[in-house]
Structures are given as structure tokens and as C-alpha cells.
């Protein structure tokens, strides 16, 4: 299963996210829940470099299925509605396939 873990602040303005785990949903390379969810994460972490002005730290490591994304600063609005975008793609993949993506909010 992936753990997908929203990371937000007590104003409830985006920290980061960060993934964990593999789906399980078919083997490696046919697995199309593992990639839906990877495309979508690995686009809006593009977007945000390209498109806005944010820092952001990001970690990964493919072999354990995480990926870690952490707003160094004070997230933009611009970076906020990537977020959003990436939330309301995932929560779509969680309602159709819950049994291999969790999405969780953490606040820290």
C-alpha cells in the first residue's frame, strides 16, 4: 500500500508530503496505481520548481517506494494550487483503488 501523508501547519497551510510504499496492485513495471500516483506527485514537485518561486527539499529513494517534499518557506499561492491539484488527483486514485493508496493529514 502507499501511505501518502499530507503534511500541513495548524493554519492549515501545506508543509509538504511525503509517500511510502509500493502499491502492490501488479508487478513491477504493470503496476498502474504505483505510476498514477508517482506521476502526479513527481509533476507537482516539477511544477513548483519550475513554475513558482517556493524552495523546496526533496528526497527519494525508489527501491523503498518513498518520495519526500518539504516547502522551505512559507508556501505561495501559486504552489498551494499545485498542491491542491495533486491532492484532488490522488483522492480520485484513493476513491478508486483505496485499497492500495491511504492519503493522511498530519499537522506539524
Known amino acids: 500500500m502507499i501511505s501518502i501523508t499530507i503534511l500541513e501547519n ?6 509538504g508530503i511525503i509517500l511510502e510504499g509500493h502499491a502492490g496492485y501488479a508487478k513491477r513495471g504493470y503496476d498502474i496505481v504505483c505510476a498514477s500516483v508517482s506521476i502526479l506527485v513527481m509533476n507537482t514537485i516539477n511544477a ?8 523546496i527539499e526533496v528526497e527519494s529513494n525508489e527501491a523503498e517506494g518513498y518520495i519526500g517534499m518539504r516547502f522551505v ?7 498551494t494550487l499545485l498542491m491542491d491539484a495533486m491532492i484532488l488527483g490522488l483522492s480520485g486514485i ?3 483503488y483505496g485499497k492500495y493508496v491511504k492519503i493522511l493529514i ?3
Open 10 to 15: 495548524s493554519k492549515k497551510n501545506y508543509q
Open 48 to 55: 513548483i520548481e519550475t513554475y513558482t518561486r517556493d524552495v
Open 73 to 79: 518557506n512559507d508556501i505561495s499561492s501559486e504552489a
Open 94 to 96: 484513493e476513491d478508486q
Open 106 to 108: 498530519e499537522e506539524v
